[in-house]
């Protein structure tokens, strides 16, 4: 079951049923990967098949927006058989297919790896702790260290535009360390396993530039439903219509109050994600 919160501007109260019903083409789903589509620990996307199929039948695009790379979401989105845009490295950039722009096209928005690295190591050295960053784990242990395989893993250090790196010391004040990187200009977050230093953009960015994308392509507004499962997805999730929150047995901090959601889901990962869709396309 969902919980449908009690809300102002909810699904129902913003677009009603026949609106809604009639933007079968201007809905898109924006949509994390990692324990919100995918199962924090086996990565399968098998419980959401149903509600996958049925996004597919209605031509409603389901776009990955997601910490991960390029190369990781390409894979993705052949097991999952979907070509749509989707958005990378935590809003660093976003791939459009060659039906939107006339050829497939990436667009970057972030700042070069390299430049991160020299920052993050600067933000340890004030801060004293340690950290091991994922671009310098062999495959075996980012595998060891995640449960992808090992192909999975060497797709997943294909950084462009993102450090995502763990801490191996205690009691540091994550607050200071992200005041820190915004004085850099900068951004870090916390996600499912890893923390993200990138450069100052971030997912909600991304959906931003995408609305723009997908209301210049279709010649009117869109509808967007967002899903997310970590505070690395609250800024996505603040650009859309339709906010729901998948939960998270593994955060570090719940999301709580932090969106006003339209909907909270019971159980986590695909399961959710997949009750989720279904309880929304079933409002329309």
């Known amino acids: 079951m969902i919980r ?7 699904i129902k109260e913003r677009s009603g049923n026949t609106e ?25 996307f098998a419980p959401a098949l149903p509600a996958l199929k049925r996004l597919k039948q209605e031509a409603v695009p389901i776009v990955f927006c997601s910490s991960k790379t390029s190369p990781e ?5 052949q097991e999952i058989g979907v070509e749509d845009p989707f958005i990378f490295e935590n809003g660093g950039g976003i791939w459009l297919p060659a039906r939107l722009r006339g050829s497939e096209t990436e667009m970057a928005i972030g700042l070069p790896r390299s430049e991160l690295a020299d920052h993050l190591k600067e933000i340890a050295r004030r801060h004293r702790f340690e950290f091991r960053s994922m671009l310098e784990m062999s495959d075996g242990e980012l595998a060891d260290e995640t449960g992808l395989t090992l192909e ?9 535009f993102s450090i995502p790196f763990l801490i191996s010391s205690s009691g540091i004040d994550i607050k200071a360390l992200q005041d820190e990187a915004r004085s850099r200009g900068l951004r870090l977050t916390a996600g499912g396993r890893f923390f993200h230093l990138m450069g100052p953009y ?14 210049g392509y279709w010649g009117s ?6 899903l997310g499962d970590s505070r690395n997805d609250l800024e996505m999730l603040r650009e859309v219509d339709v906010a729901i929150c998948i939960p998270n047995p593994q955060s570090r901090v719940p999301l709580t109050d932090e969106v ?4 909270v889901a ?3 990962g695909p399961r959710g994600w997949n009750e989720a869709i279904i309880q929304v396309l079933g409002n329309t």
């Not at 083409?25 to 990967?33: E, G």
């Not at 507004?221 to 967002?226: E, L, V």
């Open 4 to 10: 449908l919160l009690t809300r102002k501007d909810s």
């Open 20 to 44: 809604v019903h009639d933007l079968e083409s201007k809905l898109v789903v924006v949509t994390d990967l990692d324990g919100t589509l995918l199962d924090h620990s086996t990565y399968s």
């Open 73 to 77: 979401i390409r894979r993705i989105q």
């Open 152 to 160: 999975d893993a060497r797709l997943a250090r294909k950084r462009v």
């Open 202 to 215: 971030d997912k909600g960015y991304a959906t931003r530039k995408l609305r723009d994308i997908y209301t």
């Open 221 to 226: 507004p869109i509808k967007m439903i967002g």
């Open 260 to 263: 006003a959601w339209s909907l």
């Open 266 to 268: 019971d159980a986590p």
